[in-house]
């Protein structure tokens, strides 16, 4: 019974903390209980202006540019599950490494060059799916299928990937399944504690966007 005449005041003092905080000062938790037009008061409307100048990853290869939640809190605000996007540079000859999003769909938009996506089904269906997109076009990929962005061209390539959610997660596929115990690796690909461990050498010193070293010869790229 006290908890329950206590949940107005909670409720109150919500609203009062999100019409005077800043946005970096928000609780994400405490945004469910708040209207919408409520939680964006608490935004400026340059939050709402995003111009991808962090880098979250980065290599002589490429970058990648994310707008997930925990770098834009005002996407904590839209309906439902929100939305996300990454602005992904992908230079001559180089990949965004096979990786999948746990909890998105992807609807990636080519803005320059051409790049060879493609993605692998779950077990029982198509090992690959996947073909050349160039300037203009769009290419979608399934929530939670490992898929990739490969360039193997001589000149720079870039898309914007956008996602139903506002977290939708990466697990980089070669590194995830090299962190796992070594026993596990082991049974798994019948290859010795040697062989793993230079892998998980080569996996580990080859950080995402990485370069092709046949195509890199073809475009006579020094690396």
């Not at 202006?49 to 990853?57: A, D, L």
Request: hydrophobic letters at 40%.
């Amino acid at each position: 019974m006290t908890t329950m005449k206590a949940f107005p005041l909670l409720l109150v003092a919500l609203s009062i903390f999100l019409c005077t905080a800043r946005a970096t000062t928000l609780d994400m938790n405490d945004l469910d209980f708040i209207p919408e037009v409520r939680q964006r008061a608490a935004f400026d409307s340059n939050d709402f202006i995003f111009k991808f100048q962090s880098v979250t990853e980065e290599t002589p290869f490429g970058n990648l540019r994310t707008m997930f939640v925990n770098d834009n809190p005002a996407l904590a605000t839209l309906p439902g599950e929100g939305a996300a996007q990454n602005l992904v540079t992908v230079g001559p000859c180089a990949i965004n490494q096979p990786h999948n999003h746990p909890r998105a769909t992807e609807i990636s938009h080519i803005t320059e060059g051409e790049l060879l996506f493609g993605f692998a089904e779950e077990n029982g269906g198509r090992p690959f799916i996947g073909g050349n997109a160039t300037k203009g076009q769009t290419v979608i990929v399934p929530q939670g299928v490992i898929h990739f962005a490969q360039n193997l061209r001589c000149k720079q390539a870039q898309f914007i990937a956008s996602f139903p959610n506002r977290d939708p997660g990466t697990q980089t596929t070669a590194s995830t399944f090299f962190r796992l115990p070594l026993s596990a690796i082991r049974a798994t690909t019948g290859l010795s504690e040697k062989e793993i461990q230079k892998i998980m050498k080569s996996v580990a010193a080859n950080l995402n966007p990485s370069l092709d070293s046949e195509c890199a010869k073809r475009c006579g790229i020094k690396h």
